[in-house]
């Protein structure tokens, strides 16, 4: 009853506002500049005033439906913060609504529907769920024919791509500043199926942290000119395609609550391309529209062209699909504009550190169609693989032509990158089981393949891969090729009955992952034969490092971050065979398909797994070379390079190097990856169903034993103590974690009590204290829960990927 008598008190006092006056049109746009095309659009740059010329509203007040999209003219330049160059928000559904005087930008919500139902079902699935009203302005005049003309200035000044929060997530509290964003009047594109506007918007701080004080030239003040572009939809006609698990697709969601009973309400549509024979009859056609992506002239050669031969490779695959001169790649038109809907675009990205790639397509939430592929490549990727590949072979060969010149290396990297990323772009997904079949998937992240020769030496002659690989070609025709629900099936178990495996980025990712056979930046079928070759290519470069990895002239201060990438050689690779034990291998299955089973890896290989990682914690695998110790201490007396800065080594004191700092990373390398909680509740999970397999105790002894089974007289017992000492902190740690097993914590606890027993001796010597210091740090509790939460115990392990 309340609620309704302040419904009629609130519409009494609607009804009592005066109307706001309408003012003719002709005299709004007088003095206005006009385009037309999806929308008559008329500017006033004097004013400030965008007018969209909408049509005569239904009877719900609608009066046009586009597809949405946001995105950065220009970026931030950070890394670890993102906000890049051509980065894109994705698309919506916006619809304008006329309610009276007033105008409403509206974002439809088409993940819950009823796609085959009555309209009166469809109508109780939409009322049921909210939509999102993002903008309100005033209608400005009256058209003929019952149109009406809104300024949508104050709709291009929103933080639509949320800029703030991405600023806050990593670098200080950052408010957008009304008084310094406005519409830009001077940017107005509008063609017949798309309008291109432009906001120019500012955002302030009082404290700025470290990320952005490195970058803006106002400290505190950052600027970004954001594009709007409003889309006509989609013609009709383009068939969506089910998504399949198993497939490496990407999908858009859908809950759809007309799916008959005993069918799954939710279900997903695959991202693609329209792409349309012009002869459906026959096997292999020309197609109406080819799909084209551009390479950005502004990537400079000889990486543009690179980029263009790498991201050619689609065309193999296409053709293979029965799509005659389906793809192909172009370079940007000049004065092309690489934000236009119309483009597909491969953009080269500038930042201030390195950081990731991407590859994104925007698709139609509606069916899942996509309408414009994105990608972003980060331009100092290849700077780093280039360091690397010098570190390893030496710089003098650089730009040489021998097989070992590091731009070699670089350049066949940079073509597989451009491959993988338009991957992304036109519905493919990660697919890290592409090692394991030999090279088989360019959508894997790949290691580069470092060999020794005959006589020892690093050889980089075959560091990538030159080509699709049979998962890629396969993909794609599952996608593209197939013309029914039911050839895509028949598609799919044919390619099962070929051995192709797919593992995507859950499975892969995390520290605790499980699957054998999902690891990025690995090499070859057996990981842990993989990482005993990689720790020897490891010790030989490690060995050999000195002044020969950077080129003649540059700082010598260099070869600190030089050396870390090399020092840290095997850390992807140890990854991967840690997911050995305590594996399972499995599939993304569906029922019938025989892949249903999960299956534990074999003990004896989770066995060898755990003696292979238990290797890289040797105090040879672990001891910086002491020929290596006097080039890692030189001083630079310029300025502060933040690349340089996140990327080396803590030191002992200005550019003194520390060795047993390297030492204990190395450690932690291995431990972060042996001691995930996850790992040891699965060694857990598989001991009780099968006790010849591997327990978490068998594991954390066998640790133990290999770590802190020496004494004082030992050699190396420095570089012992502190591997010990980063172990035992990193058991007190795991046990802590609330994701382990409460019944391995309770063990682990224990095991630590009885470790610091027998760490208690006598004696006055270095080991003695250091024993005893250890264990009255593991008996006391609260001093334990400290050390292990202070950051500074564990020195920061330098960023590694993107890398390789």
């Known amino acids: 009853m309340r609620a309704a008598i302040l419904g009629l008190v609130l519409a009494a006092g609607l009804a009592a506002s005066p109307a706001l006056a309408i003012e003719p049109a002709a005299q709004v746009l007088a003095g206005t500049e006009a385009q037309t095309g999806l929308l008559p659009v008329h500017v006033d740059r004097r004013e400030g005033q965008i007018y969209l010329s909408l049509p005569r509203p239904d009877a719900g007040g609608v009066a046009g439906r586009y597809i949405y999209l946001s995105a950065l003219e220009t970026g931030l330049g950070s890394a670890p913060i993102g906000l890049d160059r051509n980065a894109s928000n994705g698309a919506r559904i916006l619809v304008f609504r006329r309610v009276g005087n007033h105008v409403l930008a509206e974002i439809e919500n088409h993940r819950f529907r009823a796609t085959t139902g009555t309209p009166a079902e469809q109508a109780a699935v939409r009322e049921s769920f909210a939509y999102s009203t993002i903008w309100m302005g005033e209608v400005a005049a009256e058209t003929a024919g019952g149109g009406f003309l809104v300024d949508i200035a104050s709709f291009l000044t929103r933080d639509d ?72 939809l989609p013609e009709a006609g383009y068939q969506p395609r089910r998504f399949d698990p198993r497939a490496g697709s990407f999908g858009s969601t859908v809950v759809d609550y007309s799916a008959p009973l005993g069918q799954p309400v939710v279900y997903e549509l695959a991202n693609r391309f329209r792409l349309e024979r012009t002869d459906p009859s026959t096997e292999r056609s020309p197609v109406v529209n080819p799909i084209v992506f551009h390479i950005d002239p502004g990537a400079p050669e000889p990486i543009r062209t690179a980029l263009h031969e790498g991201v050619s490779w ?79 072979v030496g710089a003098g060969l650089t730009g040489t032509g021998d097989p070992d010149d590091p731009i070699t290396a ?41 060999r020794l020769d005959e006589e020892g030496n690093i050889d980089l002659s075959d560091a990538y891969g ?63 034969a993989e990482l005993a070759r990689m720790m020897e290519v490891r010790r030989v470069a490690v060995s050999r490092f000195g002044p020969a990895a950077i080129g003649n002239g540059q700082p010598v201060s260099q070869l600190r971050r030089a050396f870390v990438p090399i020092w840290l050689l095997h850390r992807y690779q140890v990854e991967a065979a840690a997911k050995v034990l ?149 058991l007190a740690r795991v046990q802590r974690d609330a994701g382990l097993s409460p019944t391995v914590a309770l063990a682990l606890s224990d095991g630590l009590e009885q470790l610091a027993e027998n760490l208690t001796g006598r004696g006055s010597d270095v080991q003695a204290q250091w024993g005893r210091g250890l264990a009255r740090l593991l008996q006391d509790r609260e001093a334990l829960d400290a050390a292990i939460a202070d950051e500074a115990r564990l020195p920061r392990v330098p960023p590694g990927m993107p890398i390789g």
């Open 410 to 450: 670089a350049l066949a990297r940079i073509r597989q990158l451009g491959a993988h990323e338009v991957g992304h772009a036109i519905g493919l997904a990660h697919n890290f089981a592409g090692s394991a079949q030999g090279r088989f998937s360019v959508m894997d992240y790949p290691a580069p393949r470092i």
């Open 161 to 232: 791509m949320g800029i703030a929060d991405a600023i806050d997530s990593g670098d200080g509290d950052y408010k957008l500043k009304p008084e310094l964003s406005v519409a830009d009047t001077n940017f107005v594109r509008v063609f017949p199926r798309n309008i291109e506007l432009r906001g120019r918007l500012t955002f302030v701080a009082d404290e700025p942290e470290a990320e952005t004080g490195n970058i803006l030239p106002v400290s505190g003040n950052a600027s970004f000119l954001v594009r709007h572009s409003l889309v006509a």
């Open 314 to 392: 689609w065309s193999e695959a296409f053709d293979a699909a029965g799509f005659v001169d389906a793809f192909r790649v172009e370079i940007l038109p000049e004065g092309a504009d690489p934000l236009d809907i119309r483009y597909n675009v491969v953009n080269w990205v500038n930042r201030a550190t390195r950081g990731w790639s991407y590859g994104q397509a925007i698709d139609d939430p509606r069916t899942g169609e996509i309408i414009r592929g994105g990608v972003l490549l980060g331009s100092l990727r290849v700077r780093q693989d280039l360091m690397i590949f010098e570190a390893l």
């Open 582 to 730: 305590g594996g399972v291998d499995f599939a993304y299955s569906r029922n019938g398909d025989g892949q249903e089973r999960a299956e534990p890896v074999p003990p004896e290989a989770q066995r060898a797994a755990l003696s292979a990682l238990l290797d890289t914690l040797s105090p040879d695998a672990l001891r910086v070379p002491a020929n290596v110790l006097p080039y890692l201490s030189s001083a630079y007396s310029g300025n502060t390079d933040r690349q340089t800065s996140i990327e080396i080594f803590p030191t002992a004191g200005g550019p003194v190097f520390d060795p047993l700092t390297a030492t204990e990373l190395g450690a932690v390398v291995t431990l972060t990856d042996l001691l995930a909680p996850e790992r040891l509740n699965r060694l857990e999970i598989q001991h009780e169903a099968n006790p010849d397999s591997p327990s978490a105790h068998e594991a954390i002894d066998a640790l133990i034993d290999r770590v802190f089974g020496f004494d004082g007289r030992a050699r190396d017992a420095g570089v012992r103590r502190r591997i010990a000492t980063t172990t035992a902190l990193a």
């Open 466 to 528: 030159v080509g699709l690989g049979n998962w890629d070609r396969f993909a794609i025709r599952w996608l593209y090729g197939a013309r029914s629900e039911a050839e895509a099936d028949r598609m799919m178990a044919a390619g099962l009955a070929a051995g192709l495996r797919f593992v995507g980025d859950g499975e892969a990712r995390s520290a605790g992952s499980a699957h054998p056979a999902g690891s990025l930046w690995d090499d070859y079928s057996d990981p842990v």
